[in-house]
T-cell receptor, first 113, second 111 residues
Framework: DAGVIQSPRHEVTEMGQEVTLRCKPI?????LFWYRQTMMRGLELLIY????????DSGMPEDRFSAKMPNASFSTLKIQPSEPRDSAVYFC???????????FGQGTRLTVV | DAKTTQPPSMDCAEGRAANLPCNHS???????VYWYRQIHSQGPQYIIH???NNETNEMASLIITEDRKSSTLILPHATLRDTAVYYC????????????FGKGTRLHILP
């Protein structure tokens, strides 16, 4: 199993541009999580899905952020327009329903200049 | 908000046991204690979890007090590769239970 796959690994973009981060969860996992990590705020849960349905998006910082999960094998996190304060490492994680541990991807390091 | 309290940092000599404490005084009866760690520049990695009994696997041991208000993660023979941030997390087993990370403990293994 290749684990949770995130792309791109690194993204540098200019302020105001649209950014799309992608995640492929582990096959058979029913839950998917998006986190953001910064030095100041640590690991923050942005949104999570169960069976492709968003359950809790209370961690999404503002309307510029949106996340979708069109099918069980793919999710996107979009920032439009991006701002320098969005610079962070974004992690995706997945978990099998009934299984207890979550598996994390390697993250996408986003830099907005 | 995270429901756990951990020391911000700890040191441990290589080859010795590393004992990482965690307080979770508001834990409820159906909530488990989980431990993850994050090695620099990587995603968090699951270590172990437990409800009320002590648990052991190939990575670590988890000791939970009888009142379940605190626990200790034990790495029996720490190596330099165990240098990481260790997170103690409390969560239920419902389908919609979130995984919320606190600040964790930064463990330095000293050669």
């Amino acid at each position: 199993d290749a684990g949770v796959i995130q792309s791109p690994r690194h993204e540098v973009t200019e302020m105001g541009q649209e950014v799309t981060l992608r995640c492929k969860p582990i096959s058979g996992h029913n839950s998917l999580f998006w986190y953001r990590q910064t030095m100041m705020r640590g690991l923050e849960l942005l949104i999570y899905f169960n069976n492709n349905v968003p359950i809790d998006d209370s961690g999404m910082p503002e309307d510029r952020f949106s996340a979708k999960m069109p099918n069980a094998s793919f999710s996107t996190l979009k920032i439009q327009p991006s701002e320098p304060r969005d610079s962070a490492v974004y992690f995706c994680a997945s978990r099998r329903q009934g299984n207890t541990e979550a598996f994390f991807g390697q993250g996408t390091r986003l830099t907005v200049v | 908000d995270a429901k756990t309290t951990q020391p911000p940092s700890m040191d441990c000599a290589e080859g010795r046991a590393a004992n990482l404490p965690c307080n979770h005084s508001t834990i409820s009866g159906n909530e488990y204690v989980y431990w993850y760690r994050q090695i620099h520049s990587q995603g968090p990695q699951y270590i172990i979890h437990g409800l009320k009994n002590n648990e052991t696997n190939e990575m670590a041991s988890l000791i939970i007090t009888e009142d379940r208000k605190s626990s200790t993660l034990i790495l029996p023979h720490a190596t330099l590769r165990d240098t990481a941030v260790y997170y103690c997390i409390v969560r239920g087993m419902n389908r919609d239970d979130k995984i919320i990370f606190g600040k964790g403990t930064r463990l330095h293994i000293l050669p």
